[in-house]
């Protein structure tokens, strides 16, 4: 091994009895000037020497650092016939190191949950949008106006359009409504339920509702859940005005 005295973490070459030939300024700078290993093992890890004496290995020691305070060593020794080297690195610069690198991942497990919570705000966010556009309410005439609904009626495009559309409705001063079916794919238990509660309150605001579009599929549902303030008509009538007032 050479440069042995430049070497970062301390390094020993030594015989099989562990008599220091040759050691680097970090050993020296960490243990003292040794003659021998054997007088810097704590008394605790003295059984584990012949082990680190027979062959090349990685063990663990209780090692007396400058002023004799033991400190618990990650020692390596690599046999080349009679003759070895031997590093130390300290537990605790290990244990450091790993902390360091639990830090890191968590770091970047914080960074990815945020990354995917922003998404997820965002996909919420565009879906709540995109539900608010399946239910506009576009006027047809000064006293008409129309709901063409899109995609499924679910209690989803139920709760983000219900205000808006009687608010909506309220505000044109309008007296007859007609909801178009024809774009609506699934309507679920709960979606029909909120549905009749935005036509309760259509109704209170004298409004006279007219179901248009109603697919074959859709009908025996619909029967079954049917409002009674509800009137299905086959097409959309304006009488009295042309598509062009307002």
Known sequence: MGHLKSMPLPTFRVDRKLNVLECSDSAQCRFGNQ???????????????????????????????VGLKPEAFSVSVQWDEHEGYLQCVGLDR???????????????LAEADFQLLE???????????????????????????????????DTALMEHTKDVLSQCFYDGNYEYLYIDFTAVDLITLS????????????????????????????APFLKKHRHSGLVYASSIQIESESLSEK
Do not use: C, W, Y
Not at 94 to 108: G, N
Not at 140 to 147: F, N, P, R
Not at 192 to 211: G, K, P, S, T
């Open 191 to 218: 979606g029909i339920e909120q549905f009749n509660q935005l036509v309760d309150i259509l109704l209170l605001l004298d409004a006279n509702i007219r179901i248009v579009g109603v697919k074959p599929a859709h």
């Open 35 to 65: 003659q021998n290993l054997e007088s810097i093992v704590d008394e605790g890890s003295q059984r584990k020497l012949a082990k680190l004496q027979e062959q090349s290995t990685t063990i663990e020691l209780a090692l007396l650092t």
């Open 94 to 108: 290990r244990l450091a190191r790993l902390e360091k690198m639990v830090h890191q991942q968590q770091m970047r």
């Open 119 to 153: 998404k997820k705000e965002e996909a919420e966010a565009a879906l709540i949008k995109m539900k608010k556009r399946s239910a506009p309410l576009i006027a047809l005439s000064s006293t008409t106006a129309l709901i063409p609904m899109f995609g499924d009626l």
